[in-house]
């Protein structure tokens, strides 16, 4: 069960992990050591799991995305191993979701141009059969939410 103070933590946390432990320990009214051993605590736990350095992605030139959805072949156990490996090989593929009805999986790709997006189209039709692959384009995001809504789906104890 995570406390009241443990949800602030995260929160603080997980919009800036590099936030100095006095500053936590102001915010939610606890000393830097009591800070240091909750945040130990939570990782003992698996709430944090790592801490990641959130890039710039502008700057990296990265800065087309594009969704896509696939549908099977088939619905075998090893035609699904086979799909998550081909998914794992490919990088730019950063996000994939088994999902409900009638598609099967949901795929975020990351890429420098439009015009890559053949390369990763290529690589992933090589390695996997597909019943159907359908591609959309960001043209704007609109939000990209980098921490959890920790008020809600959590139970919490004071």
């Known amino acids: 069960m995570l406390t009241s103070r443990d949800r602030a933590i995260l929160d603080i ?4 992990s590099d936030t ?4 936590v320990g102001e915010r939610v009214h606890l000393s830097p050591s009591a800070c240091s051993r909750r945040i130990a605590s939570l990782r003992d736990a698996g709430v944090i799991q790592r ?14 995305t594009i969704f896509v959805t696939v549908s099977a072949t088939v619905h075998s156990a090893q035609w699904t191993e086979r799909f998550k490996a081909a998914v794992c090989e490919i990088p730019e593929i950063v996000e994939v979701y088994r999902l409900t009805g009638s598609i099967d999986y949901l795929l975020k790709i ?6 890559a997006y053949d ?3 290529k690589a992933l039709v090589s390695r996997i059969d597909m ?14 939410a980098e921490s959890l809504p920790l008020a809600t789906g959590m139970r919490l104890a004071d």
């Open 20 to 23: 100095p432990l006095a500053l």
């Open 110 to 115: 990351i890429l420098p141009s439009v015009e």
């Open 13 to 16: 946390l997980q919009r800036n």
């Open 119 to 121: 390369t990763v189209y």
């Open 51 to 64: 801490n990641v350095a959130v890039l710039d992605r502008e700057a990296l030139g990265l800065t087309t």
């Open 131 to 144: 019943n159907l692959v359908c591609a959309s384009i960001v043209m704007e995001t609109v939000k990209d």
